[in-house]
T-cell receptor, first 113, second 111 residues
Framework: KNQVEQSPQSLIILEGKNCTLQCNYTVSPFSNLRWYKQDTGRGPVSLTIMTFSENTKSNGRYTATLDADTKQSSLHITASQLSDSASYICVVNRTGGGNKLTFGTGTQLKVEL | DAGITQSPRHKVTETGTPVTLRCHQTENHRYMYWYRQDPGHGLRLIHYSYGVKDTDKGEVSDGYSVSRSKTEDFLLTLESATSSQTSVYFC??????????FGPGTRLTVT
């Protein structure tokens, strides 16, 4: 069964600290992996997209890594800000699956003063 | 929200009544999608469209129908709403790059 598992489920960190969110997937055959940020009451917004051949991609203070062999990805947030408080969702697309995506349930991040 | 609007943004309805949610885009993208988001679940695809009058089912399509008569509009209809359809509904669009852009969501409560 095609699944995407994220950990931790929730996380609280102090402003200015770094954190890393994890994603494991069983989706096959793999096409690409995306990380989305979803603010409360808003739709998800794309942070990064990585294909099989990419193992790192950055977007400002967000850096995503991908290990297609172990089917793991991580999202590292550097120097966190209060505005980083959101749900971070890992999403995997299958080859030949059209654009039908498999979504993780998200990691709820709260950044505090 | 990438030129996507959803209406209404909030709706409360009674069990058994029909409900239609509207998604409107100004990006002229070919693909449009309807998802639902529930606690403990990732977003799940209800229906999608790959062109005007071309639609197909997603993983949770039972109880839902869709229509797309114009490129810019994608309608989701609950023929007879049930409490299990209480959810937040998101529309998404994509073009040839397959990047999906999401709308602001519609919170539907069925009492």
């Amino acid at each position: 069964k095609n699944q995407v598992e994220q950990s931790p489920q929730s996380l609280i960190i102090l402003e200015g600290k770094n954190c890393t969110l994890q994603c494991n997937y069983t989706v096959s055959p793999f096409s690409n992996l995306r990380w989305y940020k979803q603010d409360t009451g808003r739709g998800p917004v794309s942070l990064t997209i990585m294909t099989f051949s990419e193992n790192t991609k950055s977007n400002g203070r967000y850096t995503a890594t991908l290990d297609a062999d172990t089917k793991q990805s991580s999202l590292h947030i550097t120097a966190s800000q209060l505005s980083d408080s959101a749900s971070y969702i890992c999403v995997v697309n299958r080859t030949g699956g059209g654009n039908k995506l498999t979504f993780g349930t998200g990691t709820q991040l709260k950044v505090e003063l | 929200d990438a030129g996507i609007t959803q209406s209404p943004r909030h709706k409360v309805t009674e069990t058994g009544t029909p409900v239609t949610l509207r998604c409107h885009q100004t990006e002229n993208h070919r693909y449009m999608y309807w998802y639902r988001q529930d606690p403990g679940h990732g977003l799940r695809l209800i229906h999608y469209s790959y062109g005007v009058k071309d639609t197909d089912k997603g993983e949770v399509s039972d109880g839902y129908s869709v229509s797309r008569s114009k490129t810019e509009d994608f309608l989701l209809t609950l023929e007879s709403a049930t409490s299990s359809q209480t959810s937040v509904y998101f529309c998404a669009i994509s073009g040839d790059t397959y990047e999906q852009y999401f709308g602001p969501g519609t919170r539907l409560t069925v009492t």
